[in-house]
Structure formats: C-alpha cells, structure tokens
C-alpha cells in the first residue's frame, strides 16, 4: 500500500484538542469568564455609499476575491433590486468582516452586496428589473436623476469587524471565529456550512478543494455541468439551479475525502470534524497540497474507470438496482477506499467486473443503512470505511 498521506498529514493529529470537563464546578466557570476566553471583540461601523466606494478603491484595505467567497449567485436583477432598496431607504444586513491587520479586512459576509454596490457605481450594468421604480430600468449611475443621485448618496452601508484581537492564529479561536460568524450570519442568503468554511479558511487547502471540484469526472458523479472559465465571473441558469454547486456540497464532498483518510481521529461529529481539518489543513505546504491534489485526481480516475455513470450510486439488493442518485456516505467509503490502493490502479480497472459485484456483495452483506449515511458515529464512518477498503483488498489479492 503507497504513503496515504501529505507529508504536514502525518503529524498534524499530534496536537490535542481542547476537552470540556462533563461537570466544571461554579469556580471554574466563574474563572474561564473572568479570564475572558471564548469572548469576541467587535465594532461596528457605518460608511456613506460614495465613500465606501472610493475606500474599495484603496490597495489592501478590504479583500474581495471571487474564489475565496462563495460562489457568484446574484445576477444583474438581484444586484439593481439592492440599488433600488438604498434608493427607497430599505434597511440592508450589515457585512460581516474579519480585521486580518490593522485596518485592513477581509469579507467573511457581503461579498454579494459589495460587489453590486462597487459595481453599480463604477458604471458597470444597467438597472433592471426594478418592481417599485420601473422608470429607472436601463439607467447606469452616472445617468440617475440628479435628486435620485444624491438621496442615493445619502445612504449607508453598515459594517460589524471582528477585531484582530478576538483571534490570533490558535486553532479554538479560529473555531470560535466560525461560531461567531455562523450566528451573525442572518443577512442575504443563508449560507451552507461548506461556504461559511470557504469564507473563513481561505489558503492553499481551500483553493485546493476549489480546484478538484472541477474535475470533469467528479462533477459528472454530482450532476454538476462541466466547469468553464466562464462560471467564475457570473452564473448561467444551469448552475444556478443546480444544488450541489451553489451550496458548495461538491467542494464539501471533496472535505469529507481529505478528512476521512483520518477517520481514526473523528471527533465533534461530522460538521466539526470537518470545521477541525480544515483548520488544521491552514498549515499545509505546498508539497502537501500537490501531493492530496494528485491523490484526490487519481482516485477520481479510478472511481470512473470502474464504475462510470454509476459512481457513488448505491446497490439496492431489494430491488436488484442502482439507486438513481449517488450518496455522499458511500462515496465516503469509496474515495478512501480507493485512495488506499491507487498503486494498484491497473489491476482493479482488469477486474473491474469483479470490483462492481463485490460491491453489490457488500450491500447484501450489511445492514441496511451502513452506507447510505444513516449513521454518523465515529464507529459508523469507520465501517463503512473498512467494509470497502477491505472489499478492495480481497478483489486485489485474488
């Protein structure tokens, strides 16, 4: 069996994590309070519309990258219906911002609202789709009505930082920055786990799971249309009523592979766990992240190869089908699964026949619900973890 894991991977359990006592006494909690741990520091802060504007402008003062945040979801409708709630004095959710140094933030919630506000202003799409003033359809900034203008200019955008101090680099804190950001964030659409993550945990890893998400065989598992160059700049209607790219469950998907070559270490339940790597992963190297991209590639390639279309699909002995849909548990069980024997590549794709009914086998031979994620225990993900890899070892050894 090859090295299964980056070089930064096998010691990055090394450190433990922080245990609560089941039964503090009123001492201690009254100590952990007065110590002021687990206490964020935040200030709020509120700017006029044309000088929030020229303060985007300035080099590094506030970070705004596509490919850090979310996926793009607003069109050009959304974006002139914001336009038009400053103009009717509609109040707007503040953005939520992270104070990476002094005085200068990156966007944790917003991205969406700044963006349209940036742009509007700069002129770059034409008001549509107004519902209550129609009559400014078509219109960009510099050709408003002088007194729709200037009542526009009135209006401000409000802003809550999270200070530097509330989280230097330790890994509770950047936990807690996560808690502390998944309360706040009420305003626009709520966002799924994954891309409160993407927001939070931006860096190599992070652009890796960005990356493997667009390999062609992986979104075709998910029923994600193929990726283009395109996508990074606005949403075609296609993506944008697709489910597993818009809420990121593909680039969660590719978390969970990462995350359960681990499953020994499983704790906090899937979402912390999950939340508890990708914090850790902050640290990853560039080797590592070369060698989890070519091993994430690899064992997608191979997935395909022996199943095709029908990878990630459960068996259903009952009805003696593929289920219709993939589930994420049992692509679970399959990515590290596979992931454990890309060395040999070559010979489970010959034996790929036997592979396919030795999968089927597995799904008579265990419960119901073993791996189609109606447990998630440590024990539960172990499981299915073995039952597979041991499934693949049998095929190989034969």
């Known amino acids: 069996m090859a090295n299964e894991l980056a070089p930064s991977e096998i010691s990055m359990w090394v450190k ?19 110590s002021r741990e687990l206490r964020i520091v935040t200030e709020s802060n509120r700017e006029q519309l044309p000088n929030f504007v020229e303060a985007l402008k300035r080099t590094g003062w506030m970070k705004l990258r596509p490919s850090y945040q979310r996926r793009p979801r607003w069109d050009r409708q959304r974006q002139s219906r914001l336009i038009e709630s400053f103009i009717m004095n509609i109040p707007v959710p503040p953005l939520f911002v992270y ?73 509770e804190e950047a936990l807690l920055r996560q808690q502390v950001f998944e309360r706040l964030n009420t305003g626009g659409v709520q966002l799924s786990h994954q891309e409160i993550r993407n927001s939070l945990y931006q860096g190599k890893f992070n652009d890796l799971l960005l990356t493997a998400a667009r390999d062609r065989r992986f979104r075709q598992a998910w ?3 193929e990726y283009s160059e395109e996508e990074e700049r606005q949403l075609s209607d296609e993506l944008a009523k697709n489910r597993n790219y818009v809420m990121m469950r593909d680039v969660e998907i590719g978390l969970r592979f990462f995350a359960l070559r681990h499953a020994q270490h499983y704790q906090r339940g899937m979402k912390g766990f999950l939340d508890l790597y990708m914090v850790r992963a902050r640290s990853f190297t560039d080797e590592d992240i070369a060698f989890l991209g070519d091993l994430f590639n690899k064992t997608v390639e191979l997935g395909h190869e022996i199943y095709g279309g ?20 049992f692509a679970d069980a399959v990515m590290v699964g596979l992931s454990r024997h890309v060395e040999s590549s070559a010979q489970l794709v010959t034996k790929r026949e036997t592979v396919v009914t030795a999968t089927k086998e597995l799904f008579v031979a265990h419960p119901s619900g073993t791996f189609t994620g109606r447990g998630n225990t440590k024990q539960d993900v172990q ?6 890899n041991e499934m693949v070892q049998r095929v190989i050894q034969e």
């Open 16 to 34: 433990p994590t922080r245990t609560i006592s089941p039964r503090p006494s009123d001492e201690e909690i009254n100590s952990k309070y007065g």
């Open 99 to 171: 104070e990476s140094d002094l005085a200068k933030y990156e966007v944790m919630d917003g991205q969406q609202r700044i963006t349209s506000i940036f742009e509007f202003y700069t002129n770059r799409y034409n008001l549509e789709g107004l519902q209550q003033w129609p009559e400014l359809n078509g219109r960009i900034y510099d050709t408003l009505p002088s007194e729709i203008r200037k009542g526009l200019d009135r209006r401000s955008i409000s802003y809550i930082v999270l200070l530097k101090e509330s989280a230097s680099t330790t890994e």
């Open 223 to 225: 029923g994600v249309p």
């Open 310 to 329: 029908l990878l990630f699909h459960p068996w259903d002995p009952k009805a003696q089908q593929w289920a219709e849909k993939p589930q994420v548990a």
């Open 383 to 388: 499981d299915r973890i073995r039952f597979y």
